[in-house]
């Protein structure tokens, strides 16, 4: 009785046994060697690069972390930082040519934690969270 797998076996088993779908239904892709969580999520970055190009946004970062919560030591257990990870922050011009700070998320299902960590954004940092679906 053979203790391993010959290629050929292995490649029958995961043919049987295909990867999990995400929960939510969204699913990852890859767009110019940059891995998204969703497809809207990957086309509003393409509108967003547009946007910039034409000076509309500038200074466009996505996937920022904005830590909530700092990592603390209790008495029975260290508590890791709670954070917020924002799909873009950028600055998009106004109609009198100044900039307003922007973080946004795309959203698709809106989770009990998204809306807490929303929430906590707002009194921790004074940030309201611009919301899209794509």
Known sequence: MSLHWTEEQYQEYIGAHPAKRNKYGNQKITVDGIKRDSLAESNRFEQLKILERVGAVKNLQFQVP??????QQ???RNERAVKYI???VYDEQQ????YKHIVEDCKGK???DYIIKR???LFVHGISIKETNG
């Open 119 to 121: 929430k906590l954004m």
């Open 74 to 76: 209790g008495e029975n």
């Open 110 to 112: 809106k989770t009990k």
């Open 95 to 98: 109609a009198d040519g100044s």
């Open 66 to 71: 904005f830590v909530l919560i700092e990592k």
């Open 86 to 88: 924002a799909d873009f």
